[in-house]
């Protein structure tokens, strides 16, 4: 007389571990493009709201008549424009001292140059910096009219 089998024999075992570990493959790999899905959609907003938040900070000015005032926010760090928003391990330094960690925003006030540092270069096109430069624009006579943050190009080593 034969015994019922009581749980799994060794290769049925072994099917279910296969698929467990074919199912976490693609587990992990759909969660890691998901990462670098909000990477970008983060730095995409929080760039969108520095660049609302200057347009606020211009349109406030030229509603009081205080256009001479539009080039002092050339020396503002663009990370105040977020408003309550807050940007993980904000910073400011200064000139030459570029190294940030992952996923940390950096302010250099004399070149107004605002860089980044990705968690996921890989959702960057691989790149390991992400950098913007405040600018503004002048009329004829010489007079601020707008501020922008402008994205710079990767540099070419």
Request: glycine letters at 8%.
């Amino acid at each position: 007389m034969r015994r019922p089998q009581q749980g799994l024999g060794k290769f049925e075992f072994a099917v279910v571990l296969a698929i467990l570990a074919v199912l976490s493959a693609v587990l992990l790999g759909r969660l890691t493009e998901v990462e670098r899905q909000v990477e970008r959609l983060e730095v995409a907003l929080a760039i969108r709201n520095m660049r609302t938040g200057l347009k606020l900070a211009v349109g406030e000015l030229v509603m009081h008549g205080e256009e001479s005032r539009i080039a002092d926010l050339l020396k503002e760090n663009p990370l105040n424009f977020l408003g309550n928003q807050k940007v993980p391990q904000e910073a400011e330094r200064s000139v030459g001292d570029t190294a940030s960690r992952p996923g940390e925003w950096v302010f250099l006030p004399t070149t107004r140059e605002l860089s980044y540092h990705p968690r996921q270069p890989e959702a960057f096109d691989g790149r390991e910096r992400l950098s913007w430069r405040l600018e503004g624009s002048r009329d004829a006579l010489g007079r601020m009219l707008d501020l922008r943050l402008a994205k710079l190009e990767p540099r070419n080593s």
